[in-house]
């Protein structure tokens, strides 16, 4: 009989070697459905995995994928850690960059650093009141927090596509994008010939100040309570309604600012594509990060260098979606395997009768 | 012709332990055919264990059972009922959103898959007249009273031919009328030839309805009688066991002009379901008095301690924390003029359970200084004071950074009462502080609390345990369906007098002749 | 007389939308019959949207290959067959967190059915559903409206009806009822609770491949990247909604067809309201007919223990 009882401690080496294998066996599955359909991923795998980590421009452009993934994975985090499921980060993305893109196609003619600001502001703004406006059903009255986000996706998609085709569509082309901005309103690279810009300072300062926040303030306490145990943090005496609000403002911010970023350092005008599925991917490296901001940092390297790989596999015929598999296949096995981590399975058999008499000696003589 | 066999039931030194507990220390049994069996005993006595190791729900460590003298293996709920045996439990096992006939016939192999609600409803019928179970086959089970619900339970038994009939403390929530009408039907099942074994701590009921009493304590039989053999008073005591004894406790002076800590005016408050759970409360606690509040569970007490903390709304009333009152009635503004909780629920509301020891010892002071620096929290005197708290009140514990949801019951509440007694609280409200401890945490739980009193800390005592009630209580107070009888001074309060108060017998806790 | 045909008019076109939101709701009263099912044995499926998107891919690309759109359903019962029991595992005896698993079972899905359906995009279909010629009916207009529909959509209005009779009248149905809103209790008298709930999850993501299968082999024979549209994600609120209750979904799902209907008929019909806006109608709606339905409705539907893993105590 098998017999499934809590394990005493969570092992961080079985989390370790859970996330290995995962990723290892889908791979493996990757190749066999890939073989499936005649394409030969093998040798493409080798080459464009060692051309995105192991080669400095593949690195660099990394970092690049690594600002707006590692800034969703956070708006993930934040409201989770309060007890709420952020699915529709990709929504909260473009609602940022749709701020700062109306900002700067309206102002083209202020200062840089007051212009770029300003952009941040709006799409913080933006994004924060649509986070403010998907957690709203579930307080008031019980609609939750995953269908409002989770529809929210399509409802900003089909905005960011008018806007795009009519209201601040680019008369020079008929591709689907906004005319691109000024210089002023673009983010100056912070490594030359790369397109790493100076948006990666503010990510990593937001990864670590979030993360700091979480840990040590009170505020990061209290928010932490509130998603660990809602009745005893009520019984604490915590107001749980306010910290609701509070964190998916704040994760819908992240998100916000993340399309802040990514309009302004990378793409320079608003397109119905910049998010390349940057939220779904951020839930997957949320949860194999186990929440932590600080292995988002690490994790989520490691999924932008998937992302950039897959553009790479792309050009070299290999279809780009298997990426989107991996990460679905990464992510089911690291929950298939977290049963592993937190339930210890052991072969139990029928004890002995004098065993379980020497147990009851036992327990009396305590007692 | 085949002997009638006398015994429907034997079981032969069964044992059962848990973690760290004896549950049932090779107890041995004897059920004559055709009798009621009560089983009677102090909570946490091994009762229950027993009758759910008889209906399959529990594997006993070791241990025969036999059936008509035929060695029985139960290795599962199904196994039980084909044996004929059938329990009713205190929390009862019906499905809240099916109807009373469905939940009657949910699981039954013989049922066609499509349900005739002709014949149904009228095999039900047949069956409540013989026994006088009044039951509304169509009624969704959510709108039944708790008494409806439990003639449901004996029907669905009755549906599938028990012929031994488990019942678990079944009037602890029953009305005086209802007690009888479920007496009535029981003696007519003894009529009818069958078997019924009847858990209960209550021994008036026993002694009006059982035919033999088996006494359980600690997990062993203390003795087996006929009723005709014994008496009240002989029961209270074996149940008991050693005279209550009396942890030595300052006699309280005279306390006529201190002012009250907590006064509450006319309480009324709704429960979960809507329905009205206390009546017009009202209670007032002095300095340094312990106020103990007696009564079964249900009767209200879960509801009055979340109302004096902010966590259950009032629909009218007042509340006075040191003469000032209380307008905003949230959470916040209790823990902020001195009122600790030491809750019922422990593990769902009293701890956060993936946190670890620290971060749970110190929920009531982490705003104050010295843990609260500016916004941030200092986690190096956190753990320095969390450690202190914990060594203090002897929580025993692997690492004080280990997930408290691991340690064991007694020190997860020896955990909690670290937290609650060390923030300079006016008043602590304790439900049920001791419910399903061992006897030396037992001891230490009621020494903690006892030397708040010392230090002028007012206890508003809420428990089940008539013991601890008379052990700790300056004054004492019964809680009955949401109302509450007046003070009486613990000097004036016996087993007895309280007892019939908390039955609803008396109105209010009787002059004993002394 | 010019006042008689106007008002026929506009009855014809109210017919006409309720008609087009039937079979634009067919997909939609599949997957919902099936999240009924799993949900209430206290199954959470948030991997429908996959189920429905390997569905659709599968039914084309069978249909296109054997030329046979009845072979084409049998692959994709049997394929969501297998996935589903492969996801009922790594939910119910895996006790994985369900709603993050289906979230990663979706993003997996829209991977392999994308590159699974690569050579299909743009392919002609060969044998799909169409509608039923029902000769009877060409003297009578509004009936022809409202009748003259492809097979799956009376087969999915019959599996709804059936899925009620199931639900409300059988002993089976009560089985699954309290596997989700009292596990315990159908444990203790016999019935095994993780059997039932693999069952009806599984036959969830049965339901939801026909009705992703819908799209691709009746609706708009095709395949297409993206052809679900957050459909499965629709399903979850119209389970809601309909408080669990087949008959209910039926309405919910017809409902929710008419909104995608509406969107395009608005655009049609002139409306000054930008085409994009008006394309955002079926997934705003969703949100607005809850937040009604709870102001509506005070008492709570869902199965107590959705969500949670049932794990027998054994002592």
Same mark, same amino acid.
């Given at each position: 009989?098998?017999?499934?009882?809590?394990?005493?401690?969570?092992?961080?080496?079985?989390?370790?070697?859970?996330?290995?294998?995962?990723?290892?066996?889908?791979?493996?599955?990757?190749?066999?459905?890939?073989?499936?359909?005649?394409?030969?991923?093998?040798?493409?795998?080798?080459?464009?995995?060692?051309?995105?980590?192991?080669?400095?421009?593949?690195?660099?452009?990394?970092?690049?994928?690594?600002?707006?993934?590692?800034?969703?994975?956070?708006?993930?985090?934040?409201?989770?850690?309060?007890?709420?499921?952020?699915?529709?980060?990709?929504?909260?993305?473009?609602?940022?960059?749709?701020?700062?893109?109306?900002?700067?196609?309206?102002?083209?003619?202020?200062?840089?650093?007051?212009?770029?600001?300003?952009?941040?502001?709006?799409?913080?703004?933006?994004?924060?009141?649509?986070?403010?406006?998907?957690?709203?059903?579930?307080?008031?009255?019980?609609?939750?927090?995953?269908?409002?986000?989770?529809?929210?996706?399509?409802?900003?998609?089909?905005?960011?596509?008018?806007?795009?085709?009519?209201?601040?569509?680019?008369?020079?082309?008929?591709?689907?994008?906004?005319?691109?901005?000024?210089?002023?309103?673009?983010?100056?690279?912070?490594?030359?010939?790369?397109?790493?810009?100076?948006?990666?300072?503010?990510?990593?300062?937001?990864?670590?100040?979030?993360?700091?926040?979480?840990?040590?303030?009170?505020?990061?306490?209290?928010?932490?309570?509130?998603?660990?145990?809602?009745?005893?943090?009520?019984?604490?005496?915590?107001?749980?309604?306010?910290?609701?609000?509070?964190?998916?403002?704040?994760?819908?911010?992240?998100?916000?600012?993340?399309?802040?970023?990514?309009?302004?350092?990378?793409?320079?005008?608003?397109?119905?594509?910049?998010?390349?599925?940057?939220?779904?991917?951020?839930?997957?490296?949320?949860?194999?990060?186990?929440?932590?901001?600080?292995?988002?940092?690490?994790?989520?390297?490691?999924?932008?260098?998937?992302?950039?790989?897959?553009?790479?596999?792309?050009?070299?015929?290999?279809?780009?979606?298997?990426?989107?598999?991996?990460?679905?296949?990464?992510?089911?096995?690291?929950?298939?395997?977290?049963?592993?981590?937190?339930?210890?399975?052991?072969?139990?058999?029928?004890?002995?009768?004098?065993?379980?008499?020497?147990?009851?000696?036992?327990?009396?003589?305590?007692? | 012709?085949?002997?009638?066999?006398?015994?429907?039931?034997?079981?032969?030194?069964?044992?059962?332990?848990?973690?760290?507990?004896?549950?049932?220390?090779?107890?041995?049994?004897?059920?004559?055919?055709?009798?009621?069996?009560?089983?009677?005993?102090?909570?946490?006595?091994?009762?229950?264990?027993?009758?759910?190791?008889?209906?399959?729900?529990?594997?006993?460590?070791?241990?025969?059972?036999?059936?008509?003298?035929?060695?029985?293996?139960?290795?599962?709920?199904?196994?039980?009922?084909?044996?004929?045996?059938?329990?009713?439990?205190?929390?009862?096992?019906?499905?809240?959103?099916?109807?009373?006939?469905?939940?009657?016939?949910?699981?039954?192999?013989?049922?066609?898959?499509?349900?005739?609600?002709?014949?149904?409803?009228?095999?039900?019928?047949?069956?409540?007249?013989?026994?006088?179970?009044?039951?509304?086959?169509?009624?969704?089970?959510?709108?039944?009273?708790?008494?409806?619900?439990?003639?449901?339970?004996?029907?669905?038994?009755?549906?599938?031919?028990?012929?031994?009939?488990?019942?678990?403390?079944?009037?602890?929530?029953?009305?005086?009328?209802?007690?009888?009408?479920?007496?009535?039907?029981?003696?007519?099942?003894?009529?009818?030839?069958?078997?019924?074994?009847?858990?209960?701590?209550?021994?008036?009921?026993?002694?009006?309805?059982?035919?033999?009493?088996?006494?359980?304590?600690?997990?062993?039989?203390?003795?087996?009688?006929?009723?005709?053999?014994?008496?009240?008073?002989?029961?209270?005591?074996?149940?008991?066991?050693?005279?209550?004894?009396?942890?030595?406790?300052?006699?309280?002076?005279?306390?006529?002009?201190?002012?009250?800590?907590?006064?509450?005016?006319?309480?009324?408050?709704?429960?979960?379901?809507?329905?009205?759970?206390?009546?017009?409360?009202?209670?007032?606690?002095?300095?340094?008095?312990?106020?103990?509040?007696?009564?079964?569970?249900?009767?209200?007490?879960?509801?009055?301690?979340?109302?004096?903390?902010?966590?259950?709304?009032?629909?009218?009333?007042?509340?006075?924390?040191?003469?000032?009152?209380?307008?905003?009635?949230?959470?916040?503004?209790?823990?902020?003029?001195?009122?600790?909780?030491?809750?019922?629920?422990?593990?769902?509301?009293?701890?956060?359970?993936?946190?670890?020891?620290?971060?749970?010892?110190?929920?009531?002071?982490?705003?104050?200084?010295?843990?609260?620096?500016?916004?941030?929290?200092?986690?190096?005197?956190?753990?320095?004071?969390?450690?202190?708290?914990?060594?203090?009140?002897?929580?025993?514990?692997?690492?004080?950074?280990?997930?408290?949801?691991?340690?064991?019951?007694?020190?997860?509440?020896?955990?909690?009462?670290?937290?609650?007694?060390?923030?300079?609280?006016?008043?602590?409200?304790?439900?049920?502080?001791?419910?399903?401890?061992?006897?030396?945490?037992?001891?230490?739980?009621?020494?903690?609390?006892?030397?708040?009193?010392?230090?002028?800390?007012?206890?508003?005592?809420?428990?089940?345990?008539?013991?601890?009630?008379?052990?700790?209580?300056?004054?004492?107070?019964?809680?009955?369906?949401?109302?509450?009888?007046?003070?009486?001074?613990?000097?004036?309060?016996?087993?007895?007098?309280?007892?019939?108060?908390?039955?609803?017998?008396?109105?209010?806790?009787?002059?004993?002749?002394? | 007389?010019?006042?008689?045909?106007?008002?026929?008019?506009?009855?014809?076109?109210?017919?006409?939308?309720?008609?087009?939101?039937?079979?634009?709701?067919?997909?939609?009263?599949?997957?919902?019959?099936?999240?009924?099912?799993?949900?209430?044995?206290?199954?959470?499926?948030?991997?429908?949207?996959?189920?429905?998107?390997?569905?659709?891919?599968?039914?084309?690309?069978?249909?296109?290959?054997?030329?046979?759109?009845?072979?084409?359903?049998?692959?994709?019962?049997?394929?969501?067959?297998?996935?589903?029991?492969?996801?009922?595992?790594?939910?119910?005896? /895996?006790?994985? @967190?369900? #709603?993050?698993?289906?979230?990663?079972? *979706?993003? $997996?899905?829209?991977? =392999?059915?994308? %590159?699974? !359906?690569?050579?299909?995009?743009?392919?002609?279909?060969?044998?799909?559903?169409?509608?039923?010629?029902?000769?009877?009916?060409?003297?009578?207009?509004?009936?022809?409206?409202?009748?003259?529909?492809?097979?799956?959509?009376?087969?999915?209005?019959?599996?709804?009806?059936?899925?009620?009779?199931?639900?409300?009248?059988?002993?089976?149905?009560?089985?699954?009822?309290?596997?989700?809103?009292?596990?315990?209790?159908?444990?203790? /008298?016999?019935? @095994?609770? #993780?059997?039932?709930?693999?069952?009806? *999850?599984? $036959?969830?993501?049965? =339901?939801?491949? %026909?009705? !992703?299968?819908?799209?691709?082999?009746?609706?708009?024979?095709?395949?297409?990247?993206?052809?679900?549209?957050?459909?499965?994600?629709?399903?979850?609120?119209?389970?809601?909604?309909?408080?669990?209750?087949?008959?209910?979904?039926?309405?919910?799902?017809?409902?929710?067809?008419?909104?995608?209907?509406?969107?395009?008929?608005?655009?049609?019909?002139?409306?000054?309201?930008?085409?994009?806006?008006?394309?955002?109608?079926?997934?705003?709606?969703?949100?607005?007919?809850?937040?009604?339905?709870?102001?509506?409705?005070?008492?709570?539907?869902?199965?107590?223990?959705?969500?949670?893993?049932?794990?027998?105590?054994?002592?």
């Amino acid at each position: 009989m098998i017999k499934i009882e809590s394990r005493r401690t969570t092992q961080i080496s079985t989390a370790i070697w859970v996330g290995i294998l995962s990723v290892l066996i889908s791979l493996l599955i990757s190749i066999i459905v890939l073989q499936f359909m005649h394409y030969h991923p093998i040798k493409i795998f080798l080459t464009v995995f060692s051309k995105t980590y192991l080669r400095l421009d593949g690195i660099l452009e990394n970092l690049v994928s690594l600002i707006p993934l590692s800034l969703c994975s956070l708006a993930v985090v934040v409201p989770a850690k309060a007890g709420f499921w952020n699915i529709g980060v990709e929504a909260q993305f473009y609602m940022g960059a749709i701020g700062a893109t109306g900002i700067a196609l309206a102002f083209p003619n202020l200062p840089g650093l007051f212009l770029i600001s300003l952009m941040l502001v709006a799409g913080i703004l933006l994004s924060g009141l649509f986070g403010f406006i998907c957690i709203i059903p579930k307080i008031k009255w019980g609609v939750s927090e995953i269908l409002t986000t989770l529809l929210s996706i399509f409802i900003v998609n089909y905005f960011v596509k008018y806007l795009v085709y009519y209201a601040w569509e680019d008369p020079k082309t008929v591709a689907a994008q906004t005319p691109e901005f000024v210089n002023a309103a673009k983010l100056p690279i912070l490594i030359p010939d790369s397109r790493l810009h100076y948006g990666f300072i503010l990510a990593v300062l937001l990864v670590l100040g979030i993360g700091f926040i979480l840990k040590r303030t009170i505020f990061g306490y209290e928010l932490r309570l509130t998603g660990a145990n809602p009745r005893g943090a009520e019984y604490a005496g915590i107001d749980i309604k306010k910290y609701a609000y509070f964190s998916m403002i704040i994760g819908a911010a992240l998100a916000g600012i993340a399309g802040v970023l990514e309009v302004s350092g990378v793409v320079f005008r608003l397109q119905p594509t910049i998010s390349a599925d940057y939220g779904f991917s951020a839930f997957v490296i949320a949860w194999v990060s186990r929440l932590s901001p600080i292995a988002i940092l690490f994790i989520g390297y490691l999924f932008s260098g998937l992302e950039v790989a897959g553009f790479k596999m792309q050009m070299m015929g290999l279809p780009s979606s298997i990426v989107a598999m991996l990460k679905g296949l990464i992510l089911l096995f690291v929950l298939a395997g977290e049963t592993l981590t937190f339930y210890k399975f052991s072969w139990v058999r029928e004890k002995k009768k004098s065993e379980k008499i020497k147990k009851i000696e036992k327990a009396q003589i305590s007692n | 012709m085949e002997r009638i066999i006398k015994n429907i039931l034997k079981l032969k030194n069964i044992v059962k332990t848990f973690p760290g507990v004896v549950a049932n220390d090779y107890i041995n049994l004897q059920v004559k055919r055709g009798s009621i069996h009560a089983l009677l005993g102090e909570n946490g006595a091994g009762k229950s264990t027993l009758m759910n190791i008889l209906a399959g729900l529990y594997a006993s460590d070791s241990g025969e059972i036999y059936i008509n003298n035929k060695k029985a293996r139960i290795n599962g709920p199904k196994d039980s009922i084909n044996l004929g045996i059938g329990m009713v439990h205190q929390h009862y096992k019906l499905v809240d959103t099916l109807k009373v006939a469905e939940n009657i016939i949910i699981g039954l192999p013989e049922q066609k898959w499509m349900i005739n609600n002709r014949v149904l409803f009228d095999k039900i019928a047949s069956l409540s007249k013989k026994y006088n179970l009044l039951v509304r086959p169509n009624a969704l089970v959510s709108d039944l009273s708790i008494g409806e619900k439990q003639r449901v339970e004996i029907i669905k038994m009755l549906y599938r031919n028990v012929e031994i009939l488990i019942l678990d403390e079944p009037t602890s929530v029953l009305a005086p009328q209802e007690c009888q009408n479920l007496f009535k039907t029981l003696r007519e099942m003894k009529g009818q030839g069958k078997t019924i074994i009847f858990i209960s701590h209550k021994l008036n009921e026993v002694m009006d309805i059982a035919d033999m009493i088996t006494v359980l304590r600690n997990g062993k039989v203390i003795k087996t009688m006929k009723k005709t053999d014994t008496e009240p008073r002989k029961l209270a005591r074996m149940m008991v066991g050693k005279e209550i004894e009396s942890i030595s406790k300052n006699i309280l002076k005279d306390l006529k002009r201190v002012e009250p800590v907590l006064v509450a005016e006319d309480l009324r408050v709704l429960g979960d379901e809507g329905e009205i759970v206390l009546n017009n409360i009202s209670l007032s606690i002095k300095k340094g008095e312990i106020l103990g509040i007696a009564g079964v569970s249900g009767n209200g007490q879960k509801e009055l301690a979340e109302a004096l903390t902010g966590l259950r709304p009032l629909v009218n009333g007042r509340i006075f924390i040191q003469g000032k009152e209380m307008r905003s009635l949230k959470p916040i503004n209790f823990i902020n003029n001195g009122i600790s909780h030491i809750p019922a629920d422990r593990i769902g509301v009293g701890i956060i359970p993936d946190f670890n020891c620290i971060e749970n010892v110190i929920l009531r002071i982490y705003k104050k200084k010295p843990i609260k620096k500016g916004l941030m929290l200092d986690f190096k005197k956190a753990s320095e004071i969390g450690n202190q708290l914990l060594n203090r009140y002897d929580v025993r514990m692997s690492s004080s950074y280990m997930p408290v949801k691991l340690l064991s019951g007694g020190n997860i509440q020896k955990l909690i009462l670290a937290r609650e007694l060390s923030c300079n609280s006016q008043l602590i409200i304790a439900m049920h502080p001791t419910y399903g401890l061992d006897v030396s945490v037992l001891n230490k739980v009621h020494k903690f609390l006892l030397k708040e009193q010392e230090n002028g800390v007012a206890i508003l005592l809420i428990s089940e345990d008539l013991g601890e009630i008379l052990t700790l209580s300056d004054e004492i107070s019964v809680m009955y369906k949401g109302e509450l009888t007046s003070k009486r001074s613990r000097k004036y309060c016996t087993i007895e007098n309280i007892g019939y108060a908390m039955m609803g017998i008396d109105k209010e806790i009787k002059e004993e002749k002394l | 007389m010019k006042e008689a045909s106007k008002k026929l008019m506009d009855f014809r076109t109210i017919v006409w939308i309720i008609s087009m939101g039937m079979t634009a709701g067919t997909p939609l009263l599949f997957s919902s019959v099936g999240e009924v099912l799993s949900e209430r044995a206290g199954v959470l499926n948030i991997g429908i949207e996959g189920f429905m998107l390997m569905g659709a891919m599968t039914g084309f690309m069978v249909s296109y290959q054997t030329g046979n759109k009845w072979i084409a359903l049998l692959a994709v019962i049997g394929v969501c067959c297998i996935l589903g029991l492969i996801f009922s595992f790594v939910l119910i005896t /895996l006790r994985a @967190n369900q #709603i993050a698993a289906g979230i990663a079972f *979706t993003i $997996l899905c829209a991977g =392999l059915s994308t %590159i699974l !359906g690569k050579p299909f995009i743009g392919v002609v279909a060969r044998d799909t559903f169409k509608k039923l010629t029902l000769s009877s009916l060409d003297k009578f207009p509004l009936l022809q409206l409202l009748f003259k529909k492809d097979l799956l959509v009376f087969i999915a209005l019959a599996l709804a009806i059936i899925a009620w009779v199931f639900v409300y009248k059988t002993k089976y149905g009560l089985h699954l009822r309290a596997a989700g809103d009292d596990p315990s209790t159908l444990d203790s /008298l016999g019935i @095994n609770v #993780i059997v039932q709930r693999y069952i009806y *999850t599984t $036959l969830g993501s049965i =339901l939801a491949g %026909i009705g !992703g299968a819908y799209l691709s082999l009746a609706y708009s024979p095709s395949w297409i990247e993206g052809m679900v549209a957050g459909r499965g994600w629709i399903t979850i609120a119209i389970v809601n909604f309909a408080l669990w209750n087949p008959l209910y979904a039926i309405g919910g799902a017809y409902l929710f067809g008419i909104f995608y209907i509406l969107s395009f008929r608005l655009e049609a019909a002139g409306i000054a309201v930008p085409s994009y806006f008006l394309r955002m109608l079926p997934y705003i709606s969703p949100i607005i007919v809850l937040i009604l339905s709870k102001l509506r409705n005070k008492k709570n539907y869902m199965p107590k223990y959705l969500c949670l893993p049932y794990i027998r105590e054994v002592k």
